[in-house]
């Protein structure tokens, strides 16, 4: 069955710091692989996808991950938190021949001002 | 353009009590799924859709009924509510393709049962 592994439950970093967050699947066939963000009391919005192409993918609020296939992992990664980056991070995986989205546990980050 | 609506954002039920969780989209997606987030357990999987008229398990089914009359909405059925279901429910939508997989998700239903 079709996994996915988020390593870090709760990250605590300073402003300033870098972040990575990572995401392990266990799938081998095709997949499009997935972060999504949900800040405090609001809904899970997508934050980064992959599909295919150029394996280091840039989203929005300056998070980019990176598609490693031989190692079944997408991690997150940001050069320097906000603040306002202070959220519970989603990553999920795409079976395209099943149709449907598998999710990581969540990491909560809190970053302290 | 709504996207997907949920209804209610609240509820509390008894144990034993039923209720309807409401989930519209106007995108006219093919797909729909109800996923429910527990604390520290991530987002699991329902029930899903992949058209009107068609529905499927997901990886925790039991005490949920879901129907598909039509492309827009898809109901959450609970009949015998118990507390292992206070959660925070979340429906979503995405379009049928290869290359659309991007889930769009309601506001959620923080549903509990005492």
């Known amino acids: 069955a079709q996994s996915v592994s988020q390593h870090n439950h709760h990250v605590i970093l300073s402003e300033a710091a870098s972040l990575e967050l990572g995401c392990n699947y266990s799938?081998?066939?095709?997949?499009?692989l997935f972060w999504y963000v949900q800040y405090p009391g609001q809904h899970l919005q997508l934050l980064l996808k992959?599909?295919?192409?150029?394996?280091l993918v840039k989203g929005i609020k300056g998070f980019e991950a990176e598609f490693i296939k031989s190692k079944f992992s997408f991690n997150l990664r940001k050069p320097s938190v906000q603040w306002s980056d202070t959220a519970e991070y989603f990553c999920?995986?795409?079976?395209?021949?099943?149709?449907?989205?598998?999710f990581g546990d969540g990491t909560t980050l809190t970053v302290k001002p | 353009n709504a996207g997907v609506t949920q209804t209610p954002k609240f509820r509390i039920l008894k144990i034993g009590q039923s209720m309807t969780l409401q989930c519209a989209q106007d995108m006219n997606h093919n797909y729909m799924y109800w996923y429910r987030q527990d604390p520290g357990m991530g987002l699991k999987l329902i029930y899903y859709s992949v058209g009107a008229g068609i529905t499927d398990k997901g990886e925790v089914p039991n005490g949920y009924n879901v129907s598909r009359s039509t492309t827009e909405d898809f109901p959450l059925r609970l009949e015998l509510a118990a507390p292992s279901q206070t959660s925070v429910y979340f429906c979503?939508?995405?379009?049928?393709?290869?290359?659309?997989?991007?889930?769009?998700f309601g506001s959620g239903t923080q549903l509990s049962v005492l």
């Open positions: 979503a939508s995405s379009p049928l393709g290869a290359t659309n997989e991007k889930l769009f």
């Open positions: 992959y599909f295919s192409g150029d394996p």
């Open positions: 799938y081998g066939g095709t997949v499009n």
């Open positions: 999920a995986v795409w079976n395209t021949n099943a149709g449907k989205s598998t």
